[in-house]
């Protein structure tokens, strides 16, 4: 039921975010406002991260899984209040992405619980393939829902799916305890921070999780100034290259080659959008969409070197800072795409965010070259 759960209320941020782009876009003509309009929001969990991580292994997971869906249906059926000026919805986005800085660690951190040390790989990309399979889907149905609908009217379509969300979690999810003991608080959100961030191993995989996939983000944030039209497409095809990542990755990939193939990975998430220097047609666009977009399956390599490197204790509040981080730095690739954009073109920002991805990656490789197993024999203040 984690899975049914996880996929309902990804459909609804799926149709909702596009449905939200389209209709600012539409008002305004700005690519900046559209970019952050989508994924703006995750700006706020940055503020999140500082705060709140420590309820995610100090809630118990049901509790608060069902309870964020709702908060969610309800932000989302504000937004589709007509004549709600843009600054309002940004800032209630800016409230809805701080409650879901909450929600990566208490999901991930239960899928821990649920499964295996060994299993969560395998887990994970099972997990991301459902979040692909929706995003396709619902991007394909919001595209169509935003011409049927009108925005406003798939905003709508969007908040009963984050209620529905809301009952499935609250029905369908047992009842499990919290992970750690204490109330949640700032402070035990900071002293968990400190610990995790005290890692050096550790701080190569969090910037290497964030960065290089925030970057590429910001050219996803520009698909809709640059392709109105095929907008939806575009993003179903993002998805779709994902899902393939994921599926070869998680399920194709021996043991002994994940380790060499994250940095490839991370570069291929980039590389490919180099094209738009060429302002490319809507084939060759797509198609390095979905070369690019298989370079996601990085994040699950990193992801699983994560979980190796933190205590069990600790690995709800340490996925949920991932999770968090790697949402702010979305937000952040998407204000920095739609401000270059907006000097130059939709294309020349989106080939200059995939160079300075590559970059990034290129200069963390040397960080993350010794395998797990040589750094957990070394010094580590919470090992």
Known sequence: MLFVSSATQTAASTVSGLAL??????????PLLAALS???PSLAQVVGATVLLSAA???PPRAAMSGLAAVFAAGTAVLAVPGLPVGVALALLFGLGLASSLGGG???????????REGYLLGRSVLNMSVGLLQIAGYATGALLVSVLSPRGTLLVAAVLYLLGAVVTRFGLARRPARADGRPSAAATWRGNRLLWSSAPRRYVYLALWVPNGLIVGCEALFVPYAPAHAGALFALAALGMLVGDLVVGRFVPD??????AAPLRLLLAVPYLVFTLEPGLPLAAAAIVLASAGFAASLLLQDRLVALTPPELRGHALGLHASGMMTMQGVGAAVAGTVAQQTSPATAMAVMAAASAVVTIVLAPGLRTP????LTRSDPDM
Not at 372 to 375: D, E, R, T
Request: charged residues 25%; glycine residues 16%; without cysteine.
């Open 106 to 116: 208490v999901r991930y951190g239960l899928l821990t619980d649920i499964l295996p």
């Open 57 to 59: 292994d100090r809630l």
């Open 256 to 261: 002994r080659w994940r380790e060499r193939l």
């Open 38 to 40: 989508m994924f703006g």
């Open 372 to 375: 797990v197993g040589g750094l």
């Open 21 to 30: 782009g389209t209709l600012v876009y539409a008002e305004t003509g700005s």
